[in-house]
């Protein structure tokens, strides 16, 4: 392998700073003792502390995992289902299937919210259901997750070799026990990889939230959003570390956890 | 307040009243004016869609505790995002809104209120003159005012100086006062520029708006730009600029912070603004609502609410039972004097349109 030059090495030590320093500031402010931001009053653990009393914070810290989680566990099994289903099936219509799971991806965050908002309140108002909640919420970001995982999942499909599966075929299994037995493990990473961006994208999302949220169901980027102008106050900086702190955390077991899974392999 | 008149939240509000047009004609909608269905006999709750920080949680607690019920909180950072939810629906989910005064006639016009029946609500003796049928709100048919407060700059006392308290600060090319910041809201800061002029922040008159635009579009060279909500007031505090044009209640907070820091009204007056506690037209438990806003007005409880907030209260009996400090301080109650000279911003309706083109214009140059 070649060796970084220096210039290379600077470019990328800054570039990592640009990128890092935001989210150092957080931490390290989260814990400062000044109660309304700005300067540096000393350190404090009170932030963490009031926290734990704080209601709001952590039901709207529950809504955003209980969202988080149900919505990319739906939209997981929807997208891997269409990204398999387009890179291995023919139907009429497919060109215009493949055209229309781009306009999640490529639609305007505000237009989208929206138009699930007031889809939504037609359908309440001719049929009676779909009060604005957590339902709703899970429904629109459902919507806008499925095509994330169906494009990561389809590119996968696409490197694959197809004479895998024909060889499954040609020894007696049939299309599920093909797909259960040897598709799936194969595309199992960007399955994975798919399911990890509809959560991440679930977790950011917050004009889609607003608009579809109902009482009760604030999740924390509606809660962060509301505080940016009136200041946030320094729990939500606490709040956030212990968000980066979990996202870390996530990011570096399922790596950690990779390797032994290798040698186990074959089942 | 704390207006925000962005492009997007505005787009939104226009797509849903064009949809709410052409939804009028099918099915009658017999519940928004009047008397709203008398909640079930369900456990009591109560949703309250509101600003951040701006209700006391032991308020919250003291109503639950008494009216055994169970109240939800939600909140929303302007006036339009609000506006757009009720329009999608929200109108059948939240009990309490807390809308600006400025913004009250055009939700009347869109029916997103429903009238309050005083006769449930004995506190609105309480309020104070200056919001009993104010100009907003003929007779509060809609709404009660919640909390007021000012538009001002907020800046550093040099030791021994006295500071010229003057909107020429800002507008004044021959004043120095060092780097400062804008408010990022339109009529607030239309509005001292007109002050300065001399005229009314209300004015539709081509010739004294061009000025104030004028006046805005060469501060705006001098000046750091614009900043909304307590970014300025955290900007002077941590000393990045010498003066901020803030609303009051976030400067009382940040010489709290730092008792250097120094608030004012500039002798032209201002902007006076006010935050109504309105109940949206089809809301789910009109009837707690509106014990709700009784609660609020008891004189204590407004007292509570506004030691909490530090913005003044529009209830004449709570204020005499206000924290002392806050009570005898200028930058909350602004002295009679200064009163007179302090003037609620209004709709304008279709004159709206005027500052919103001055304030793209501002912003582009």
């Given at each position: 392998?070649?060796?970084?030059?220096?210039?290379?090495?600077?470019?990328?030590?800054?570039?990592?700073?640009?990128?890092?320093?935001?989210?150092?500031?957080?931490?390290?402010?989260?814990?400062?003792?000044?109660?309304?931001g700005g300067p540096w009053r000393g350190f404090t653990w009170q932030w963490y502390a009031t926290l734990l009393d704080n209601q709001d914070k952590l039901a709207a810290a529950r809504n955003t995992l209980v969202l988080g989680g149900l919505s990319t566990l739906v939209s997981t099994l929807l997208g891997t289902g269409l990204g398999y289903g387009l890179s291995r099936y023919q139907f009429p219509g497919k060109r215009f299937f493949s055209f229309l799971m781009y306009i999640p991806v490529v639609i305007p965050d505000i237009v989208m919210a929206v138009a699930m908002l007031m889809f939504y309140s037609q359908v309440r108002q001719w049929l009676g259901f779909l009060e604005l909640g957590m339902t709703t919420m899970v429904l629109a970001h459902v919507t806008f997750q499925i095509p994330f995982v169906a494009i990561v999942v389809r590119s996968?499909?696409?490197?694959?070799?197809?004479?895998?599966?024909?060889?499954?075929?040609?020894?007696?299994?049939?299309?599920?026990?093909?797909f259960l037995h040897v598709t799936l493990p194969l595309i199992l990473p960007a399955v994975v990889a798919g399911g990890m961006l509809a959560f991440t994208l679930s977790l950011d999302d917050f004009v889609v939230s607003f608009f579809t949220t109902g009482p009760g169901a604030s999740t924390l980027p509606i809660l962060i959003y509301a505080s940016v102008k009136r200041g946030i106050t320094p729990d939500i900086n606490a709040l956030s570390s212990v968000i980066i702190l979990i996202s870390v955390i996530g990011t570096v077991l399922p790596m950690l956890l990779q390797r032994p899974a290798k040698h186990r392999g074959d089942t | 307040m704390r207006h925000a008149l962005k492009s997007l939240a505005l787009a939104v509000v226009a797509a849903l009243a064009l949809s709410a047009c052409s939804k009028q004609e099918a099915p009658p909608a017999p519940a928004a004016a009047a008397p709203a269905p008398v909640a079930a006999k369900e456990p009591c709750t109560l949703n309250v869609f509101i600003w951040s920080e701006y209700m006391d949680p032991e308020i919250i607690k003291a109503f639950e505790q008494k009216y055994s019920c169970k109240v939800?909180?939600?909140?929303?950072?302007?006036?339009?995002?609000?506006?757009?939810?009720?329009?999608?629906?929200?109108?059948?989910?939240?009990?309490?809104?807390?809308?600006?005064?400025?913004?009250?006639?055009?939700?009347?016009?869109?029916?997103?209120?429903?009238?309050?029946?005083?006769?449930?609500?004995?506190?609105?003796?309480?309020?104070?003159?200056?919001?009993?049928?104010?100009?907003?709100?003929?007779?509060?048919?809609?709404?009660?005012?919640?909390?007021?407060?000012?538009?001002?700059?907020?800046?550093?006392?040099?030791?021994?100086?006295?500071?010229?308290?003057t909107w020429g600060l800002l507008f004044d090319p021959k004043a120095k006062p060092g780097a400062f910041l804008m408010m990022d809201s339109i009529r607030e800061m239309m509005g001292s520029a007109l002050k300065y002029k001399g005229y009314s922040v209300n004015t539709t008159d081509q010739k004294q708006l061009k000025e104030a635009a004028d006046l805005l579009a060469a501060a705006k060279k001098r000046s750091q730009g614009f900043e909304g909500g307590v970014g300025g007031k955290n900007k002077v505090l941590a000393k990045a600029v010498k003066a901020a044009v803030v609303y009051n209640g976030d400067a009382v907070k940040g010489t709290k912070d730092d008792p250097e820091t120094y608030y004012?009204?500039?002798?032209?007056?201002?902007?006076?603004?006010?935050?109504?506690?309105?109940?949206p037209s089809k809301a789910p438990h009109r009837e707690t609502a509106e014990k709700f806003i009784d609660f609020i007005l008891d004189p204590k409880v407004g007292a509570q609410l506004s030691d909490?907030?530090?913005?003044?209260?529009?209830?004449?009996?709570?204020?005499?039972?206000?924290?002392?400090?806050?009570?005898?301080?200028?930058?909350?109650?602004?002295?009679?004097?200064?009163?007179?000279?302090?003037?609620?911003?209004?709709?304008?309706?279709?004159?709206?349109?005027?500052?919103?083109?001055?304030?793209?214009?501002?912003?582009?140059?």
């Open positions: 392998m070649r060796k970084l030059s220096w210039p290379l090495w600077l470019t990328s030590g800054l570039l990592y700073v640009f990128l890092y320093a935001p989210i150092v500031v957080v931490i390290v402010y989260s814990f400062n003792s000044a109660r309304h996968r499909m696409v490197g694959m070799d197809q004479s895998i599966e024909e060889a499954a075929h040609d020894l007696g299994a049939t299309s599920l026990q093909t | 939800t909180i939600d909140l929303y950072e302007d006036n339009e995002s609000m506006i757009a939810k009720l329009q999608g629906g929200g109108t059948s989910l939240y009990d309490i809104v807390v809308p600006g005064n400025y913004v009250v006639a055009a939700m009347v016009k869109l029916d997103l209120l429903a009238p309050l029946r005083k006769e449930n609500i004995p506190n609105l003796k309480n309020l104070d003159d200056k919001f009993v049928s104010p100009a907003y709100d003929r007779d509060n048919k809609y709404t009660a005012a919640y909390q007021w407060g000012t538009v001002g700059i907020y800046t550093r006392k040099k030791p021994g100086q006295a500071v010229d308290e004012f009204v500039p002798r032209e007056g201002g902007v006076i603004w006010v935050d109504n506690l309105a109940i909490f907030n530090q913005y003044a209260t529009p209830n004449k009996a709570a204020r005499a039972l206000v924290n002392a400090d806050d009570g005898k301080n200028p930058a909350i109650y602004p002295p009679p004097e200064m009163m007179a000279k302090l003037e609620f911003v209004e709709d304008l309706g279709e004159q709206n349109r005027l500052f919103d083109e001055i304030w793209t214009m501002v912003k582009s140059k």
